[in-house]
């Protein structure tokens, strides 16, 4: 059969290049050949041309959102070299809410490949391979198929008159390298693409395609800011979420259509560039009358349906009941308008300060100051506080106008600062209608964007306000009594309920270390407002608590956690046998989140400095064994060694047959001394 083969290769010598071509559903793949002849020892370009059906696409190297990119294993003759795909300019197509990168119609992906030297004039080459793609449309649908190309070997290598000038032109229009290009990605919400160009064609068409398809969110709006000297692209990163601490490599594209240039960057972290549109506020499209009219409409519905939602309705319950004191007095009216003005004042410093903080670049919409950490612990002790005072825990006497006294007393100050915080717990929620007019806010000039959430103030503040204002309303009240001073204690306990809410909304950003150090603050604050009845003393005493307990909990407060000097690896008999067969030496902690004594030594004796030296020095390997759940295993290795519970240590030393269980207290002296050999 070989032979057969080497006589079928000798007779194609003399003949023009022939191609095979697989056909299937959604794309017609053929290889094809600049040159139609090769000399040896010459790299020609071959290009896998992708013919596409009408409403599909084939994907670039990074797929976007979904997708693969189209994959070629070759089967070459000895000798022959294949180099990687040289990728062409995708298009960004969307699809729904989703961004893929790839292309349509045609696309020619060109491959060098190098022939030997050793290859001999007269005889063919069969150039093979096995192609992978995906094709998708309103489905997706995976293909594949193999191409080949028989291609004469001659001292002389010609050009293809076909395909020559076609590959060439294809090979022109590859992405390129310019050295006049610089680009840097800084860090922030979202990160900052800043490039500076050479000439300002096409830059307010720029867009970025990264290479890497986790780095950067391929279906988040990329909103151009054009400079003096460059442009500046807000992105949003991907699955990795180092963007703006690393490089970042990918491809620029300015302008459309025929126009449209490519090239190839690699943007080192830093500050972004000057006069490159860093400081400029993303171009939105204007708003016309009709659509200015339906988003102030929505607006006003949102804030509306706003009252009845769950962040809301503690809020207001307690204005109602404070409120139902003094229903059928006279300065009811006032307080209405003091509370109306509270929400407006609110809701437009809330808009104020969107505006400002997107005009510095940052990506903020709606709820977006409990993004922070810190934030997030300061309204989950607010509600907590309001809640030991709607509970009767302590009053504030004199103080109507600060802290939770605000929410739950009467006065003036009381129905503005109600308001005020009405406004503050409803920013986790968004009610029906309020999605589609924020949205128009956030992207408009700053005199749409307050108009928009003016109109949602409106409705927001309107139900309440009509109460104080509308004496057939407030017959509806109940009249004061005993009933009062009950449903304001239950009130209490949505109050709890909102502070328990935020507390886990605080586990997604800062984990347990920040959940545990709100607990702390909470029990500190709590201590304080109970001792705070026994004079003024004991209220020092309260303070100094909570100011301690406050620099202790700060840094994970804000997200900020203090990275471990000695790294560990998870315990199990297996790993402990496999370190020891290699004659290295174990150090294991049996530990758990629960065990304060564990993680008191823990941060005094093991995560040190010094200990993670004498550990890389002596070779040693650091097992942490968790038992804060239920573990057999753990427990069986516990009882092995004599111990109830934990914390225990063990070193096993390189050729000791057992173990040395080191003594408690333990001290960072006693562990470099027992790595070291120094104790037996």
Same mark, same amino acid.
């Given at each position: 059969?070989?032979?057969?083969?080497?006589?079928?290769?000798?007779?194609?010598?003399?003949?023009?290049?022939?191609?095979?071509?697989?056909?299937?559903?959604?794309?017609?793949?053929?290889?094809?050949?600049?040159?139609?002849?090769?000399?040896? /020892?010459?790299?020609?370009?071959?290009?896998?041309?992708?013919? +596409?059906? =009408?409403?599909?696409?084939?994907?670039?190297?990074?797929?976007?959102?979904?997708?693969?990119?189209?994959?070629?294993?070759?089967?070459?003759?000895?000798?022959?070299?294949?180099?990687?795909?040289?990728?062409?300019?995708?298009?960004?197509?969307?699809? &729904?809410?989703?961004?893929?990168?790839?292309?349509?119609?045609?696309?020619?992906?060109?491959?060098?490949?190098?022939?030997?030297?050793?290859?001999?004039?007269?005889?063919?080459?069969?150039?093979?391979?096995?192609?992978?793609?995906?094709? $998708?449309?309103?489905?997706?649908?995976?293909?594949?198929?193999?191409?080949?190309?028989?291609?004469?070997?001659?001292?002389?290598?010609?050009?293809?008159?076909?395909?020559?000038?076609?590959?060439?032109?294809?090979?022109?229009?590859?992405?390129?390298?310019?050295?006049?290009?610089?680009?840097?990605?800084?860090?922030?919400?979202?990160?900052?693409?800043?490039?500076?160009?050479?000439?300002?064609?096409?830059?307010?068409? &720029?867009?970025?395609?990264?290479?890497?398809?986790?780095?950067?969110?391929?279906?988040?709006?990329?909103? #151009?800011?054009?400079?003096?000297?460059?442009?500046?692209?807000?992105?949003?990163?991907?699955?990795?979420?180092?963007?703006?601490?690393?490089?970042?490599?990918?491809?620029?594209?300015?302008? =459309?259509?025929?126009?449209?240039?490519?090239?190839?960057?690699?943007?080192?972290?830093?500050?972004?560039?000057?006069?490159?549109?860093?400081?400029?506020?993303?171009?939105?499209?204007?708003?016309?009358?009709? @659509?200015?009219?339906?988003?102030?409409?929505?607006?006003?519905?949102?804030?509306?349906?706003?009252?009845?939602?769950? $962040?809301?309705?503690?809020?207001?319950?307690?204005?109602?009941?404070?409120?139902?004191?003094?229903?059928?007095?006279?300065?009811?009216?006032?307080?209405?308008?003091?509370?109306?003005?509270?929400?407006?004042?609110?809701?437009?410093?809330?808009?104020?300060?969107?505006?400002?903080?997107?005009? @510095?670049?940052?990506?903020?919409?709606?709820?977006?100051?409990?993004?922070?950490?810190?934030?997030?612990?300061?309204?989950?002790?607010?509600?907590?506080?309001?809640?030991?005072?709607? %509970?009767?825990?302590?009053?504030?006497?004199?103080?109507?106008?600060?802290?939770?006294?605000?929410?739950?007393?009467?006065?003036?100050?009381?129905?503005?600062?109600?308001?005020?915080?009405?406004?503050?717990?409803?920013?986790? $929620?968004?009610?029906?209608?309020?999605? /589609?007019?924020?949205?128009?806010?956030?992207?408009?000039?700053?005199?749409?964007?307050?108009?928009?959430?003016?109109?949602?103030?409106?409705?927001?503040?309107?139900?309440?306000?009509?109460?104080?204002?509308?004496?057939?309303?407030?017959?509806? +009240?109940?009249?004061?009594?005993?009933?009062?001073?009950?449903?304001?204690?239950?009130?209490?306990?949505?109050?709890?309920?909102?502070?328990?809410?935020?507390?886990?909304?605080?586990?997604?950003?800062?984990?347990?270390? /920040?959940?545990?150090?709100?607990?702390?603050?909470?029990?500190?604050?709590?201590?304080?407002?109970?001792?705070?009845?026994?004079?003024?003393?004991?209220?020092?005493?309260?303070?100094?608590?909570?100011?301690?307990?406050?620099?202790?909990?700060?840094?994970?407060?804000?997200?900020?956690?203090?990275?471990?000097?000695?790294?560990? =690896?998870?315990?199990?008999?297996?790993?402990?046998?496999?370190?020891?067969?290699?004659?290295?030496?174990?150090?294991?902690?049996?530990? @758990?989140?629960?065990?304060?004594?564990?993680?008191?030594?823990? %941060?005094?004796?093991?995560?040190?400095?010094?200990?993670?030296?004498?550990?890389?020095?002596?070779?040693? #390997?650091?097992?942490?064994?968790?038992?804060?759940?239920?573990?057999?295993? +753990?427990? @069986?290795?516990? &009882?092995?060694?004599?111990?109830?519970?934990?914390?225990?240590?063990?070193?096993?030393?390189?050729?000791?047959?057992?173990?040395?269980?080191?003594?408690?207290?333990?001290?960072?002296?006693?562990?470099?001394?027992?790595?070291?050999?120094?104790?037996?």
């Amino acid at each position: 059969m070989f032979r057969s083969l080497l006589a079928l290769l000798f007779f194609l010598a003399a003949t023009p290049a022939v191609a095979q071509t697989p056909t299937v559903p959604n794309a017609q793949v053929t290889l094809r050949s600049a040159r139609a002849a090769v000399a040896p /020892g010459e790299t020609f370009t071959v290009v896998i041309q992708q013919t +596409i059906r =009408e409403h599909w696409h084939t994907y670039w190297r990074n797929p976007g959102a979904a997708g693969e990119p189209t994959e070629i294993t070759w089967r070459l003759p000895q000798g022959f070299t294949a180099g990687d795909i040289l990728w062409p300019t995708p298009d960004a197509i969307p699809f &729904a809410d989703l961004v893929n990168y790839g292309y349509s119609n045609e696309v020619l992906l060109p491959v060098e490949i190098t022939a030997p030297a050793s290859a001999r004039p007269g005889q063919s080459v069969l150039l093979a391979g096995d192609l992978t793609w995906v094709a $998708c449309s309103d489905i997706c649908v995976f293909e594949g198929g193999q191409v080949s190309l028989t291609l004469p070997v001659a001292a002389q290598g010609s050009d293809d008159p076909v395909w020559g000038p076609r590959i060439a032109a294809a090979r022109a229009a590859l992405p390129q390298r310019n050295e006049a290009i610089v680009a840097r990605i800084s860090e922030g919400a979202p990160a900052r693409l800043s490039v500076t160009l050479p000439d300002q064609a096409g830059a307010r068409q &720029a867009y970025f395609f990264a290479f890497n398809p986790d780095v950067v969110n391929p279906s988040a709006p990329q909103r #151009v800011r054009v400079g003096p000297r460059g442009v500046t692209i807000p992105l949003e990163a991907g699955a990795d979420r180092n963007l703006g601490t690393e490089p970042l490599d990918g491809l620029l594209v300015l302008g =459309e259509g025929r126009a449209r240039r490519a090239f190839e960057i690699i943007a080192t972290p830093g500050a972004p560039l000057p006069d490159t549109g860093a400081d400029a506020r993303p171009e939105a499209p204007p708003m016309d009358l009709a @659509a200015l009219f339906s988003a102030l409409l929505f607006a006003f519905l949102g804030g509306l349906i706003l009252n009845v939602m769950p $962040c809301v309705l503690p809020v207001l319950s307690v204005k109602a009941l404070a409120f139902a004191g003094g229903a059928h007095a006279k300065e009811a009216p006032r307080q209405g308008a003091l509370y109306f003005a509270g929400v407006i004042v609110s809701f437009m410093a809330l808009a104020g300060l969107l505006i400002a903080l997107r005009g @510095a670049g940052e990506a903020v919409g709606w709820g977006f100051q409990l993004q922070t950490p810190w934030v997030t612990a300061a309204l989950s002790l607010l509600f907590f506080v309001i809640g030991l005072n709607l %509970a009767g825990l302590f009053s504030v006497s004199g103080l109507e106008g600060a802290g939770s006294g605000l929410a739950a007393r009467g006065g003036d100050a009381g129905a503005f600062f109600t308001g005020a915080l009405a406004v503050i717990a409803a920013t986790p $929620c968004t009610a029906p209608f309020m999605a /589609g007019a924020l949205a128009a806010a956030l992207t408009q000039p700053p005199e749409i964007t307050l108009l928009i959430f003016f109109a949602l103030a409106l409705g927001f503040a309107l139900p309440l306000t009509l109460v104080h204002f509308a004496p057939g309303l407030r017959n509806l +009240i109940p009249k004061p009594g005993a009933w009062m001073e009950r449903v304001r204690n239950v009130l209490a306990f949505p109050m709890f309920g909102a502070a328990a809410w935020l507390a886990w909304v605080l586990t997604a950003q800062t984990g347990a270390n /920040g959940v545990l150090a709100l607990l702390a603050l909470g029990a500190a604050l709590a201590f304080m407002i109970f001792v705070a009845r026994w004079g003024r003393i004991w209220f020092a005493v309260g303070a100094v608590a909570l100011l301690v307990t406050g620099f202790v909990a700060w840094k994970p407060l804000t997200g900020q956690q203090t990275p471990a000097v000695l790294a560990h =690896e998870d315990w199990s008999p297996a790993r402990v046998a496999e370190l020891r067969g290699e004659g290295r030496g174990v150090f294991v902690t049996f530990t @758990a989140a629960w065990c304060i004594t564990c993680k008191v030594y823990e %941060a005094a004796a093991i995560d040190r400095q010094a200990v993670a030296t004498a550990f890389r020095d002596e070779n040693v #390997v650091y097992l942490k064994a968790d038992w804060t759940n239920r573990d057999p295993v +753990i427990a @069986a290795a516990l &009882a092995e060694h004599g111990s109830p519970g934990v914390p225990l240590y063990l070193y096993y030393a390189p050729g000791a047959r057992e173990p040395v269980v080191l003594p408690q207290p333990l001290t960072e002296d006693l562990v470099l001394d027992t790595v070291r050999g120094a104790n037996p």
